[in-house]
């Protein structure tokens, strides 16, 4: 894992997240055996539905933005890439959150995964499968930006003070791209 230099906060790096099967395998077998849902969630005191489609799965329920997940439990797959990852990290995880970019208009606000079940500086190791979108970092208070592009098969690592000093989504966009999923690996305490 390659360290991002970042202040406040953590960023580590990996072009290749070592599996035993191709990317183009894993994104098949992800996007048919999955059981995706389009979520409704409050933002802003409204409800809206999550410009993509997701999925919750490990040991313990998890809540954001007023959404109550149930777990699924890990499938044999999850559990492959979930090694993999603690392997590259050197750290645990027992849940992760699956998200589906199906083209360009599919998007993730900016936000910071800084719910209390997490804990006060959460690691959460990203997966990418399929289309390479460009991730958004945006720090709290001085606003500097960082651009990354999360290309297939690749790990992006947030730890330390990350989630509290940062915020991160995904732009939409107006150019023709394919699909693209991501897992987010976390620790639920």
Known sequence: MTPLPIRDGELGWLAQLPLPWPNADVLARLAAQTAWRAET?????????????????????????????????????LETIRLAVQDATGRRYNSVLLNCYRDGRDSMGMH?????ELGSMPAIASVSFG????????????KETLRLPLTDGSLLFMAGATQA????????????VGMRINLTFRNID
């Open 41 to 77: 969630v409050l933002v802003y005191g409204k409800r809206h539905l999550q410009p993509r489609l997701s999925a919750w799965h490990g040991d313990k329920p998890y809540r954001y933005s007023g959404l109550q997940l149930a777990p699924l439990p890990l499938t044999p797959l």
């Open 112 to 116: 910071s995964d800084d719910e209390t």
């Open 131 to 142: 289309a390479t979108r460009t991730f958004i970092l945006r720090h709290k208070t001085s």
């Open 165 to 176: 000093n940062w915020v991160h989504g995904i732009n939409k966009t107006s150019r023709p």
